[in-house]
T-cell receptor
Framework: GAVVSQHPSRVICKSGTSVKIECRSLDFQATTMFWYRQFPKQSLMLMATSNEGSKATYEQGVEKDKFLINHASLTLSTLTVTSAHPEDSSFYIC??????????FGQGTRLTVV | GQNIDQPTEMTATEGAIVQINCTYQ??????LFWYQQHAGEAPTFLSYNVLDGLEEKGRFSSFLSRSKGYSYLLLKELQMKDSASYLCAVLDSNYQLIWGAGTKLIIKP
């Protein structure tokens, strides 16, 4: 199967700082990547769809200026949580679309804002 | 509404075989995932099925029947380290990932 690497797996940051999470497709090119967020004991929530070379499409209720997404190449998408606050503490997962139908997931990033 | 059902808890013996079932009702279907999650850790990807049939990967196999809205995860030669929660998740037509509540698998010596 295809491999998607997400880094870092865990990060602790101070309130007010920014954190960047990387999502890389290691052995295939991904025009489309997805970013999800999971709250404790709840289902994953799709935050945005990242398209290589164009602006990301954000789901309703997700702040574009707070969650900056950059998909600059066919193998890398980044999510930057700007001016992080404790309520941003969560589990973030990316997935990359191989072809039209196969989605491969990263390992996830547990963000803790203190 | 969208719904994923899987048993809350299962118990099995080391060295044995266990099958964890998952049934789903979702708006559209773009694949079904099985994840393993140990307490306090991020889920680990196990398998992805988008076509009907059985996918085998070492000790783990996953089966899908789209017409029945049904999947199972089969674990063979159980080891103590397999004690974990197993999560079934379906990617719907909008690429939203719908998660089941998870099945806690307890392995006994």
């Amino acid at each position: 199967g295809a491999v998607v690497s997400q880094h870092p797996s865990r990060v602790i940051c101070k309130s007010g700082t920014s954190v960047k999470i990387e999502c890389r497709s290691l052995d295939f090119q991904a025009t489309t990547m997805f970013w999800y967020r999971q709250f404790p004991k709840q289902s994953l929530m799709l935050m945005a769809t990242s398209n290589e070379g164009s602006k990301a499409t954000y789901e309703q209720g997700v702040e574009k200026d707070k969650f900056l997404i950059n998909h600059a190449s066919l193998t890398l998408s980044t999510l930057t949580v700007t001016s992080a606050h404790p309520e941003d503490s969560s589990f973030y997962i990316c997935s990359a679309l191989k072809g039209d139908t196969e989605a491969f997931f990263g390992q996830g990033t547990r963000l803790t804002v203190v | 509404g969208q719904n994923i059902d899987q048993p809350t808890e299962m118990t099995a013996t080391e060295g044995a075989i266990v099958q964890i079932n998952c049934t789903y009702q979702t708006s559209g279907f773009n694949g079904l995932f099985w994840y393993q999650q140990h307490a306090g850790e991020a889920p680990t990807f196990l398998s992805y099925n988008v076509l009907d049939g059985l996918e085998e990967k070492g000790r783990f196999s996953s089966f899908l029947s789209r017409s029945k809205g049904y999947s199972y995860l089969l674990l063979k030669e159980l080891q103590m380290k397999d004690s974990a929660s197993y999560l079934c998740a379906v990617l719907d037509s909008n690429y939203q990932l719908i998660w089941g509540a998870g099945t806690k698998l307890i392995i006994k010596p």
